[in-house]
RNA sequence: GUCCCAGUAGCUCAGCAGGAUAGAGCAACAGCCUUCUAAGCUGUGGGUCGCAGGUUCGAAUCCUGCCUGGGACGCCA
């Protein structure tokens, strides 16, 4: 069924050889205007080979193609025109999706092959902010749309369970804690532990000190330091489990940075065998000036570890375990230095395998127009966010279509839907400014919108009482051809967001489809009994069926009815 | 200072393995519900594609320099 590749060896089969396959098939472009047909070979590249115009070959080519897919070729200027046979290929395009449901766009590229994705990864005893929303749903998108390609895929909730901020914790808690207080709102309390420690620090340095040794202590397995620790993380757990609930995310794995404090004494002894340690200032790191890039900390000069060390025996760890073929880190663009430095150091430790992990970074949650910092307090909650669009989201609901059943079910759907897609339609590397009524929009390019273009075809599919045995037959008219020619778009939409590990070109390709189908629901009469409707039900079908799995693969839900 | 990301309509953003006339949504204005969900559809207005060079038959798209905004640059992650 691709059109293109069968456009381009019928050209390849007219010019005798002169120009490879491959080639044609990267000129071959789909036309801006429809007017111009379905496909287009621009021919000036041909010009100089051949030694004929561009317009003279277009014109020859015109006059020789002809195939049972192509209703007609027309040379325009220096353009070759494909027009395809809408027939026949509508007729072919609603079989297959039909047939294939939701496997349809699916490929095997990925050859059961494995790539663990490391993305979430809240800190312990912070609250889950909207940052950390965007790695929790980018790194699940791309975890789907791997699977999609044919990928094993292991999601890996790489917790920030350890750090010198467990040091800053304890001894904040010590000194201005209770347990009380922390009992009845662990997160809430141990958040404002921590501000308080950054507020007291700047004036009091010597609180860093503390921290620092409390840490140590933590490392060398303090009986104090280890029970609260313990505790500290349990009632964070607790927390998260409550937003990943609401996001219906699933981890494979939770091992976060606590999990490799035993592992990383192999890690600087295999860096010590390979003579890659130096000592600089009292710490130790790996001298990277011959790649041009600053030196990459393994331990502090009171001999802690660092982040980079618990990353390079995870990625060490992870490739024995799992075996992956890639390695992706869905990690903002802050860190791209870090994962420089970590791909480097690994591939010195003499790993070809370095070369297959890759840091997927995206851009930052700003508040008027500047980072947000957790460290200041000043953080907006994830689970307040959500909370508000499912409320909203209810009385929209409420106001519409007040008899709908489960509504409180739709309003989660739609609330979360609306939280996550806002998110995943900007390319990651955006920065995103943060605005709730920008976010909670339930009209225009929205989750929403997409929903709700679902929920208006399973409608009608419900009322048409869709019978088994579909003689189809094909859509020529325009509104069902612009649909048509999108829905056989929806493989290469999947490559493409795989190869760019971009969801939203998912998340645009929906809200496009979802475009093109309410125009077509606003011009074509579907439920009307002639020798169409089974067609126009089965295009109906697919387009449900397509937009249910794009959502899916976004990570937002599809409800039946809105 | 070095490095990374971004700069396209009033606002939010697509388009950038170069191709025909630069597109959506929001906002503004004007229309469309006795017919399949109006959370929708139709129409109107709105652009020096940050600036300057270069490569090319052809540049929003590739290269170089500059400007603006955000970020990173050793003991946080």
Redesign the pocket.
């Given at each position: 069924m691709n059109y293109r590749q069968q456009f381009a060896e019928k050209i390849h089969s007219h010019l005798e050889g002169m120009v490879d396959v491959n080639e044609i098939i990267?000129?071959i472009?789909?036309?801006?205007?429809s007017?111009?047909?379905d496909?287009?070979?621009?021919c000036?590249?041909l010009?100089?080979k051949l030694k004929k115009s561009?317009q003279q070959i277009a014109a020859d080519l015109s006059e020789k193609i002809n195939a049972p897919f192509l209703e007609k070729t027309v040379p325009?200027?220096?353009?070759l025109?494909g027009f395809l046979n809408k027939e026949s290929v509508s007729r072919q395009v609603i079989q297959q999706i039909n047939e294939k449901q939701g496997n349809y766009g699916s490929f095997s590229i990925g050859n059961g092959k494995t790539i663990t994705l490391d993305f979430s990864?809240p800190?312990i005893a912070k609250p889950f902010s909207m940052g950390h929303l965007r790695s929790t749903v980018i790194g699940n998108a791309i975890a789907n749309i791997s699977e999609k390609c044919g990928y094993k895929v292991v999601r890996i909730n790489?917790l920030?369970d350890?750090?010198?901020?467990f040091?800053k914790l304890i001894t904040a808690y010590k000194l201005w804690g209770s347990e009380e207080k922390v009992r009845e709102n662990p997160i809430k309390e141990l958040f404002h532990l921590y501000v308080t420690f950054h507020e007291k620090a700047e004036k009091q340095p010597d609180l860093?000190d503390k921290?620092?040794s409390w840490?140590k202590q933590l490392e060398a397995g303090n009986e104090e330091a280890s029970q609260l620790w313990k505790w500290f993380r349990e009632e964070s757990l607790k927390e998260f489990a409550k937003i990943y609930g609401l996001l219906d995310i699933q981890f494979d794995s939770y091992d976060g940075?606590a999990f490799y404090n035993d592992k990383m004494d192999a890690v600087i002894q295999v860096l010590k065998a390979k003579d890659l340690l130096?000592?600089?200032?009292?710490?130790?790191?790996v001298d990277l000036t011959d790649e041009?890039m600053?030196?990459c900390?393994i331990?502090?000069?009171?001999g802690?570890?660092?982040?980079?060390t618990?990353?390079l025996a995870a990625a060490l760890y992870r490739r024995k375990t799992y075996h992956f073929e890639k390695s992706f880190y869905i990690?903002?663009?802050?860190?791209?230095?870090?994962f420089?430095q970590l791909f480097l150091v690994l591939q010195k430790m003499g790993y070809d395998w370095a070369a297959e992990l890759k840091h997927i970074?995206f851009?930052?949650i700003?508040k008027d127009?500047?980072?947000m910092s957790t460290?200041k307090g000043k953080v907006v909650l994830l689970e307040d966010v959500i909370k508000e669009a499912i409320d909203l989201?209810y009385k929209?609901?409420e106001?519409?279509?007040p008899s709908?059943v489960n509504k409180q079910e739709?309003a989660k759907q739609?609330g979360v839907g609306a939280i996550i897609f806002h998110d995943l339609?900007?390319?990651r590397?955006?920065?995103?400014?943060f605005?709730l009524d920008?976010m909670l929009?339930?009209?225009?390019?929205?989750g929403?919108?997409v929903?709700?273009?679902h929920?208006?075809g399973?409608?009608?599919l419900?009322?048409?009482s869709v019978k088994d045995d579909l003689n189809i037959v094909g859509l020529t008219d325009s509104h069902s051809w612009t649909v048509i020619k999108t829905l056989m778009d929806f493989p290469n939409v999947i490559?493409?967001s795989f190869?760019h590990t971009?969801p939203?070109?998912i998340a645009?390709y929906v809200?496009?489809l979802?475009?093109e189908f309410?125009?077509?629901?606003?011009?074509?009469?579907?439920?009307?009994d002639d020798a169409e409707q089974n067609s126009r039900l089965a295009l109906v079908n697919s387009v449900t069926i397509v937009l249910k799995e794009g959502l899916r693969l976004l990570g937002v839900q599809a409800?039946?009815?809105?």
């Open positions: 990267s000129l472009e789909e036309p801006k205007y007017t111009h047909g496909l287009a070979f621009p000036f590249t010009a100089r561009p325009e200027g220096p353009y025109n990864s800190n790489h920030g350890w750090g010198t901020q040091g860093e921290a620092r840490f940075e130096s000592v600089s200032d009292g710490a130790e790191v041009n600053p030196p900390l331990r502090k000069k009171d802690a570890t660092l982040y980079a618990r990353d990690v903002g663009q802050e860190q791209h230095l870090h420089q970074p851009g930052f700003l127009g500047k980072k460290r989201a929209n609901i106001a519409k279509n709908l739709v739609v339609k900007h390319e590397q955006n920065n995103i400014e605005n920008e929009k339930f009209e225009g390019s929205t929403l919108y929903q709700y273009t929920a208006r399973r409608s009608i419900r009322k048409a490559e493409k190869q971009e939203s070109v645009r809200l496009n979802s475009q309410n125009k077509y629901y606003s011009h074509v009469k579907i439920l009307s409800p039946e009815q809105l």
